[in-house]
């Protein structure tokens, strides 16, 4: 932060504010203290019989490499209607049913990401904007090498794992990667 | 936002920028968009043999109210380490084998609340400065008319009904309120 978003000012410090016990931006002038935090990533896992739905990624990071439709929850959407909305404009396609699955905490990246079981409500996707090929895929069709990232292949691991019982806790893990 | 975070423009624009759907903070000199998403409220349901612990409040909003220790996650945090520190700061408490328990979508605040199951480790705990009291209470003597938060009184009711059985699923729920 270089300038203060409320009055304008360049004088922004990276310091603790009184009372409080972490470094935040902190305007010397009007005295706002600017506060950031981590973003919710909120997805489906779209299901048709025995197949899954995932996108090939279009954009950048992991551009090529296949996905679970996601992306970042907006202010004023519950967290599942999110997930409905980048399964929408990632895939052109419609889910219901949706159940809360998986959790995961990216503390390295500040991001917490949350997938859905969803039933696929028809065959009429296609690929959106941030998609290059949209695709069911069976268990022994899953493209394990390309996959976009470690959240995409767990949840998918613990998917046909627990397919087999037909019995889907939510599963909630802690990704914790060395940035260096 | 009246100034931009990264030029200092007072030339802030709330717009729909090219190839998105919804209108975001726009810089008009040096066209950053600066995005504003949820945030996410991580806390604890700390349990001593058949008794819980609740922070009586001392701050606003609902100062005075009973609450589950919990405050907003911080960026570089997993999601426990987060439910656990802010039991440390509100309860000056130690809790350990934390389990997601509740999770709950406020999109009319635009926030996320996720409670963890928590076992405290001793009873050496008192008030931190956000508390007027801290208190264990069995399930006949909780305050259940002076609780806090919706999402308070929810995760109680669950777990006293799920402590029945012993078994305690994941909840995933959905509070919706008109701000009117």
Redesign the interface.
């Known amino acids: ?8 000012s ?1 004088n922004v410090r990276f310091e603790v504010p009184p ?1 409080d016990n ?1 470094p935040r931006h902190v305007c010397a002038d009007c005295n706002t203290i ?7 990533v909120t997805g489906t896992l779209p299901v048709w019989d025995d197949q899954v739905l995932l996108c090939l990624r279009a954009i950048h990071p992991r551009k090529g490499y296949w996905t679970l439709p996601a992306g ?10 999110g997930a409905a909305r980048e399964t929408e404009e990632e895939a052109n396609a419609r889910v219901s049913d949706l ?2 699955y998986t ?1 995961f ?1 990216l ?2 990246i ?1 991001q ?1 990401y ?1 997938f859905f079981r969803a039933r696929l409500s028809d065959l009429d996707f296609s690929s959106g ?1 941030e998609s290059l090929d949209v695709r069911l895929f069976r268990e022994h069709e899953i493209p394990w090498d390309e996959l976009a990232f470690p959240v995409i292949r767990e949840s998918l691991e613990f998917y046909f794992e627990d397919r087999q019982s037909d019995d889907y ?2 599963r ?1 893990r ?1 990704l ?1 990667f060395d940035r260096r």
Not at 1 to 8: R, T, V
Not at 34 to 40: A, D, F, G, L, M
Not at 72 to 81: K, M, R
């Open positions: 932060m270089k300038f203060c978003s409320n009055c304008g360049s009372g972490r600017h506060y950031i935090n981590p973003r919710i970042f929850l907006e202010n004023g959407e519950t967290i599942a209607a159940q809360l959790v905490s503390p390295h500040s917490a949350m904007t806790p939510v909630s802690e914790v």
